[in-house]
T-cell receptor, first 113, second 111 residues
Framework: DADVTQTPRNRITKTGKRIMLECSQTKGHDRMYWYRQDPGLGLRLIYYSFDVKDINKGEISDGYSVSRQAQAKFSLSLESAIPNQTALYFC????????????FGEGSRLTVL | GQNIDQPTEMTATEGAIVQINCTYQTSGFNGLFWYQQHAGEAPTFLSYNVLDGLEEKGRFSSFLSRSKGYSYLLLKELQMKDSASYLC????????????WGAGTKLIIKP
């Protein structure tokens, strides 16, 4: 089983719908991240969390929200999805005071029609 | 601004050596990372440099020159399974130590 698990792996939805992507990890890491990946662009950080009570915005947080329900769970929500949020989303974890080696989930491919 | 540049695509022959370059301009620097990403899969960590010089790990080596804002990933004895995208990322203390990512270099290995 994967150490970092994302659900769903694939989702097609319509503009205006609320979508939640979930991430859970068994690595025992304190830090969790949500990235999106678009063709021709680098990974872009949406939100990150250092622990359950510490949530931080990344470079592209507009239109997204997150919830850190437990140390092992970090979910990403799109309150009202729009087509330009069509992308591959990755959850990642790391351990320690600095963003060192990241461990990625398998990705969630979201298509907004 | 933050900028990480890598070639978009490179082609090499099985058994050969290839060097993938990465240049960066960031507000600060606290380490450079290389990740490998096979098509449709998650990125996986390859190497980390924080001091100038060469770090070797099996068939893969990574070099860093902080004064030049430059790194390269060297892959030796190329195998077909090395066909993947290679992502360069810089850890920036001015961005709360988060990673700033390049767009990646797609490496195609031909027999």
């Amino acid at each position: 089983d994967a150490d970092v698990t994302q659900t769903p792996r694939n989702r097609i939805t319509k503009t205006g719908k609320r979508i939640m992507l979930e991430c859970s990890q068994t690595k025992g890491h304190d830090r969790m991240y949500w990235y999106r990946q678009d063709p021709g662009l680098g990974l872009r950080l949406i939100y990150y969390s250092f622990d359950v009570k510490d949530i931080n915005k990344g470079e592209i947080s507009d239109g997204y929200s997150v919830s850190r329900q437990a140390q092992a769970k970090f979910s990403l929500s799109l309150e009202s999805a729009i087509p330009n949020q069509t992308a591959l989303y990755f959850c990642a974890t790391s351990y320690g005071a600095e963003a060192g080696e990241l461990f990625f989930g398998e990705g969630s491919r979201l298509t907004v029609l | 601004g933050q900028n990480i540049d890598q070639p978009t695509e490179m082609t090499a022959t099985e058994g050969a050596i290839v060097q993938i370059n990465c240049t960066y301009q960031t507000s600060g620097f606290n380490g450079l990372f290389w990740y490998q990403q096979h098509a449709g899969e998650a990125p996986t960590f390859l190497s980390y440099n924080v001091l100038d010089g060469l770090e070797e790990k099996g068939r893969f080596s990574s070099f860093l020159s902080r004064s030049k804002g430059y790194s390269y990933l060297l892959l030796k004895e190329l195998q077909m399974k090395d066909s993947a995208s290679y992502l360069c990322a810089v850890r920036d203390p001015w961005s709360n130590y988060q990673l700033i990512w390049g767009a990646g270099t797609k490496l195609i290995i031909k027999p």
